[in-house]
């Protein structure tokens, strides 16, 4: 009786660890003998240009994707690549006051990526636009500290997007 209990709970086991297949922590789904991945610079396009945006993207996107694989960075030939361009750096009001000036502000950023697995070519995604927001008070300048803190959540906000577009598959 104990052998026919010791067969089936290691006959379970098996297929729990055989179904898990390739399944990372991270929720990322990457193609056996997938091992590097690069970041192309993202030109920035958009008609008002913030000065380093590019730079802060590429980096945030390099840097969630080293977080939550492991897979190595490189410069050129990379089994993944990202690239693209910064399309949309939009300052807009989002609600007035009753003396017609903005109670609150919007900070809107897209990007346009273009993703290519060589591993895998049937994920890659072709002129896919993300876009994230972020409000801010209508009296307060856009400017030191208040920008870091926009900039931060917003890049946050689109890398994490891009790596569940690529690599999640959510």
């Not at 969630?64 to 910064?86: M, W």
Request: with cysteine.
């Amino acid at each position: 009786m104990k052998k026919h209990i010791l067969f089936f709970s290691i006959l379970t086991l098996s297929f729990t660890l055989l179904g898990c297949g390739f399944y990372s922590f991270t929720g990322a789904s990457i193609p056996p003998g997938t091992e590097t991945f690069q970041v192309n610079y993202f030109e920035n396009t958009a008609d008002l240009v913030e000065p380093g945006l590019e730079r802060d993207f590429k980096i945030e996107l390099e840097d969630l994707i080293q977080n939550q694989t492991n897979l190595n960075l490189v410069t050129s030939n990379g089994d993944l690549l990202y690239e693209g361009e910064i399309t949309e750096y939009r300052i807009s009001p989002t609600n007035a006051t009753a003396q017609n000036t903005a109670a609150q502000n919007r900070l809107t950023i897209t990007v346009k990526v273009n993703f290519y697995n060589r591993k895998k070519e049937d994920d890659n995604l072709e002129n896919q636009s993300f876009s994230f927001f972020y409000d801010f008070s209508g009296s307060v300048q856009l400017v030191g500290s208040q920008k870091a803190t926009a900039h931060e959540e917003i890049l946050e906000r689109l890398t994490q997007d891009i790596f569940n577009a690529t690599l999640a598959k959510w």
